[in-house]
């Protein structure tokens, strides 16, 4: 196996059965530290919970954009609901893409005098125009949140570390984003539907690429600096680690810079972010498990070295900190409503 990947691996979550365990946790140790991305076949999520949410992505952004806008996010202190094309930002500059960011549905228990971080947590903005919607999101979210816990069984073998130690990172609330990338106006132009970026909002990521195998985007980034396709494949998740875990393992584990590039084709994505708790200090993250990673360095130089990680880079104690301040530069509009006493900070503490 090289040490720098020219393509994803697939790992079918099948062999997790013995006597197949021994080589599935081989291939899956070789994906967590030599690349960060993966795909997994043989999920376990139910066929008709990925149907029934292709079947309503085209539905949903066909909504007229007025009724869009009645679930704005910038109505939302939680950063949840919809947000248009181009009201997103990464690496500074536009993303083309619109979206409705859906959560594990919780009640708004903020009060002044907690931490403004546990404001992130509350309910979902649904749509009343389809009654279908909120049934449909909130089964695929139950779905993946036990995909989500048994690959986590699965990562914690593969690395030799206790599985209720990473499980106690783990949030009460995990994130899903509905994506639609519009085609570009441009035969001549790819213009940038996400910027380059690690996963911020998440422990793992696990993506369900929901247009055909014809349509392309996603691509991530190998030691060498080369931007890597990672194509649709059928009945698959593309699954890749998130900044907190590259914290907690000490780099041994690293968070894989990946972009989206908008073509002449439309394109629908959804990743859903495993939560970790906001709690999380980086004292309490790179303490827990030193004993089995503390002999690696978390390095700063790598192909991705230039990407914003507040997290990564110890700017700030809480992982639930690092969140709102990425949240508050990702969508200003709403940092700006909600948030007036830390913008200035966090939106020009580069």
């Known amino acids: 196996m090289t040490s720098n990947f020219q393509s994803i691996p697939i790992i079918d979550l099948s062999l ?37 949410l292709k079947d309503l992505l085209p539905r949903l952004f066909k909504l007229d954009q007025g009724t869009k806008e009645k679930g704005a996010l910038h109505n939302s202190p939680h950063f949840l609901g919809y947000s248009h094309v181009g009201s ?32 992130l947590k509350g309910p979902n903005q649904w749509p009343a125009e389809d009654p279908q919607i909120q049934n449909v999101i909130e089964s695929y979210i139950y779905e993946l949140t036990q995909l989500g816990e048994r690959f986590l ?66 691509q991530a980034l190998n030691k060498d600096g080369e931007w890597i396709d990672i194509p649709v494949i059928e009945d698959t998740f593309v699954v890749n680690i998130g900044q907190a875990f590259e914290v907690v393992t000490h780099g041994f584990c690293k968070a894989t810079t990946h972009r989206v590039s908008s073509g002449l084709m439309e394109r629908y994505s959804v990743p859903f972010f495993q939560g970790v708790r ?34 990564l880079c110890g700017k700030y104690d809480t992982w639930g900190e690092s969140q709102l301040r990425t949240k508050i530069r990702s969508h200003r509009d709403v940092g700006r409503k909600f948030y007036t006493g830390v913008f200035d900070q966090y939106v020009n503490d580069n």
Not at 92 to 109: H, M, S, V, Y
């Open 88 to 119: 997103e930002m990464t690496a500074g500059a536009e993303d083309k893409r619109e979206q409705f960011e859906f959560a594990t549905e919780l009640p708004n228990i903020w009060r002044e005098g907690r931490p403004l971080y546990e404001r």
């Open 278 to 311: 906001g709690t999380l200090t980086k004292e309490e993250a790179l303490g827990t498990l030193k004993d089995y990673f503390g002999a690696e360095k978390l390095s700063k130089v790598d192909a991705g070295a230039h990407i914003d990680s507040a997290f």
């Open 153 to 218: 069984t699965l990562v914690a073998d593969a690395l030799s570390v206790p599985a209720e130690t990473l499980f106690s990172f783990l949030s009460d609330q995990h994130r899903l984003k509905l994506v639609h990338y519009p085609p570009s106006d441009s035969p001549d132009s790819a213009g940038q539907g996400v910027g380059p970026h690690k996963d911020s909002s998440g422990w793992w990521t696990f993506l369900l690429q929901a247009s055909p195998p014809h349509v392309k985007g996603l």
């Open 16 to 52: 997790a059965e013995s006597p197949t365990r021994p080589e599935l946790l081989k291939q899956l140790h070789y994906a967590l530290t030599q690349v960060g991305f993966l795909y997994v076949s043989s999920h376990g999520v139910p066929r008709e919970a990925i149907q029934d």
